[in-house]
C-alpha cells in the first residue's frame, strides 16, 4: 500500500506538534516568559468549558490550572515552588499571587508542554477566580507582556512592588521615598539609612568590579525569603521577597536596564 | 580532595562561571584561586576584598538575618558587566568564597551551584 503524496506533509505536521506527542501534551508557544505568559493567558480566555492544566517542564509538571469560562479558577504549583498564600483577601493580593504564580511557570527553563484534562460540567463555582482580561491587565500595568524593555527604573519600582512581600525606594541619603506591601515585612527607617551609608561606600568599588547599576541580592535558596537591593540607581529599592520570585525580579530588572524581554 | 580541586570544580558546577576564589576575610589575602583564561593577582585580591565588605557589611548582614536571605546566604550581584557572587565558608566562618559568571547565569542555577561548590570546598578542609 502506497500513501498518497499529499498526506505526507500532513502526518509530519502531526508528528511535529511536539515533544509531549503521544503522552497528549503540547508545546506552549513562546520562548520568553512573556511569550509564554501571553500564550497561557490567550489560553485562559479561550476556555469555556472546565478544563485542568497541567504544564510540564520537560517531564517535570511544574503547575495546574483549573480553568472555567474563561477564568482561572485556582493554580498549584509543584512542591518546590509553592509560596504561602497572600495574608491579605484582598482583590489586589490574590491576583498578585496568582500573576507571580503563572509567571513562575512561565519562566521555568526548557520547553513548556500542555497536558489537558476534562473536567465535569458542573465544577463548582466557588470562587471567582480571575478573569483573563484581569491577568492581562496585570501582567500589562506591571509591564510583563510588552514587547521591548521597560526603559526606566520606575517601571522596575512599580514591576518589583506587585511581586515583593515588602519593599522600600529610598534615596541617597537613607530616606524612604516610597513603601509598599507588609508594613511589618519591611525594615524601619534606620536599617534603611545604615544600609544607604554601606551603598554610598561601595558605589565606586562595585563599578570597577561588575558595572553599576547592580541589582544585589541575598537568599539562601531557590526558596525561602530573599532580599533584593537595587545599587547605583535612583531611587535605590529594596524588596523583600519570597525565594521563588527571584528569578521574575531579575527578568524585571534586566529589562529595566534595556537587555529585552525577560529571558 | 584539595582546595585547589575544588575550586576548579566550581568552575563547572557554578554556571558560566570564568573565575573563583577563596579569600581570607580576616587577613585579606586569597588563599586559592582558579579562573578559565589567566587573570592577574590583583583580579583575585580585588574581588576577595569586595566580597570582604560585602560580607561583613554589618547593615547588610542585619537586613539579611531579620527580613530575607538569612545569616548564612550567598550575596549575588548581578552588575552591568558581569555577575558576582559571595557567600561565607561553611567550614570557617571568616573565610569566604567568591565567584565571577558572565551576566547570563540564571539565579536559581546560579545559586544552587555555588551552595553545591560551597559543600564541596568545605570537604576539601
Known sequence: MTLDPAIVPLLSDIAGLGNGAGTGRRPIAGSSTAERLQAIVELIAGTVLPRSYVIHAGEAAVGTLTVASGRLMKIALAASDASAKPDSDTREAQISYVAQALALVAGKAGDLLLETNYLADDLAAEDVGQTATELRDFFGATNWLADGPAGEDGDYLTAAAALAVAQVAFDAEGQPVQRTGDAKAAPGDGDIHALAAELSSWQSELEELAGLPALLVVRDGPSGRAMALTVGADPAVLSILEGNAVPQVKSLWDRSQGDGAPS | ?125
Open chain 2, 1 to 125: 580532595m584539595s582546595l585547589k580541586d575544588a575550586l576548579v570544580a566550581g568552575l563547572e558546577t557554578v554556571p558560566d562561571c570564568e573565575a573563583v576564589c577563596y579569600v581570607d576575610m580576616s587577613s585579606g589575602l586569597v588563599l586559592g584561586s582558579h579562573g578559565r583564561s589567566r587573570k592577574p593577582q590583583e583580579f583575585y585580591d580585588r574581588m576577595g576584598a569586595f566580597a570582604t565588605r560585602v560580607l561583613t557589611s554589618a547593615a547588610l548582614s542585619n537586613l539579611a538575618e531579620t527580613h530575607g536571605g538569612g545569616a548564612e546566604g550567598c550575596v549575588v550581584i548581578f552588575g552591568a558587566r558581569n555577575t558576582h557572587v559571595f557567600v561565607k565558608s561553611k567550614t570557617f566562618n571568616d573565610h569566604a568564597l567568591c565567584y565571577m559568571c558572565a551576566t547570563t547565569a540564571e539565579p536559581d542555577a546560579l545559586t544552587i551551584g555555588v551552595m553545591e561548590n560551597r559543600e564541596t570546598v568545605a570537604n576539601a578542609f
